[in-house]
T-cell receptor, first 112, second 119 residues
Framework: SQQGEEDPQALSIQEGENATMNCSYK?????LQWYRQNSGRGLVHLIL???NEREKHSGRLRVTLDTSKKSSSLLITASRAADTASYFC????????????WGLGTSLAVNP | GAGVSQTPSNKVTEKGKYVELRCDPISGHTALYWYRQSLGQGPEFLIY????????DSGLPNDRFFAVRPEGSVSTLKIQRTERGDSAVYLC?????????????????FGPGTRLTVL
């Protein structure tokens, strides 16, 4: 079963612009993770944010988490053509701290 | 070091046949996960191993699906009497420990997947 929904489903921007993707989920979580998937490298972990954290940064990535709204956002700043990929959020549910429950993903195209 | 590897990369089979998909996790990773991903969808959890035992197999769709990890390292996902609806990319991931552990232990490292096509 899918836990989350990403918004938008597809996003097309120019190189250098920022890209923002949102994720909503349904149940209480232990943590939320963002992954990137492209045909060349498969699924790659980007960043993890725990339920007691509100914001995290990693390089050009900024993730926020609002547990009251059950939502998260991923911001990619100064995008590059190499950022073209599908981005998924995945949650580890509170009390069931094993499997990842995934959203449907956002397809990002960064045009040179 | 070596990442998660999966074999075969592609498998084409006929409806009703039996298939085995293999996953080699990162050395030292105690947790191993199987997911299935259909076109245009996010991955869907199938089963999770902690060591040799299946800690959570709630995602296996039915009793045609079975997975083992006899020595706590390599895992095999077995599908009996395959159906066309089983066609998908089967992903394996491993991690150092169960989710919820110390920071940095939750990241799952994914293999490239096995694309299964049932004709």
């Amino acid at each position: 079963s899918q836990q989350g929904e990403e918004d938008p489903q597809a996003l097309s921007i120019q190189e250098g612009e920022n890209a923002t993707m949102n994720c909503s989920y349904k149940t209480s979580i232990n943590n939320l993770q963002w992954y990137r998937q492209n045909s060349g490298r498969g699924l790659v972990h980007l960043i993890l944010i725990r339920s007691n954290e509100r914001e995290k940064h990693s390089g050009r990535l900024r993730v926020t988490l609002d547990t009251s709204k059950k939502s998260s956002s991923l911001l990619i700043t100064a995008s590059r053509a190499a950022d073209t990929a599908s981005y998924f959020c995945a949650t580890v549910q509170a009390g069931n701290n094993r499997k990842l429950i995934w959203g449907l993903g956002t397809s990002l195209a960064v045009n040179p | 070091g070596a990442g998660v590897s999966q074999t075969p990369s592609n498998k084409v089979t006929e409806k009703g046949k039996y298939v085995e998909l293999r996953c080699d996790p990162i050395s030292g990773h105690t947790a191993l996960y199987w997911y299935r991903q259909s076109l245009g969808q996010g991955p869907e959890f199938l089963i999770y191993f902690q060591g040799t035992g299946a800690a959570d197999d709630s995602g296996l769709p039915n009793d045609r699906f079975f997975a083992v990890r006899p020595e706590g390292s390599v895992s095999t996902l077995k599908i009996q009497r395959t159906e066309r609806g089983d066609s998908a990319v089967y992903l394996c991931a491993s991690s150092l420990a169960i989710a919820g552990g110390p920071a940095g232990y939750n990241e799952q490292f994914f293999g490239p997947g096995t694309r299964l096509t049932v004709l």
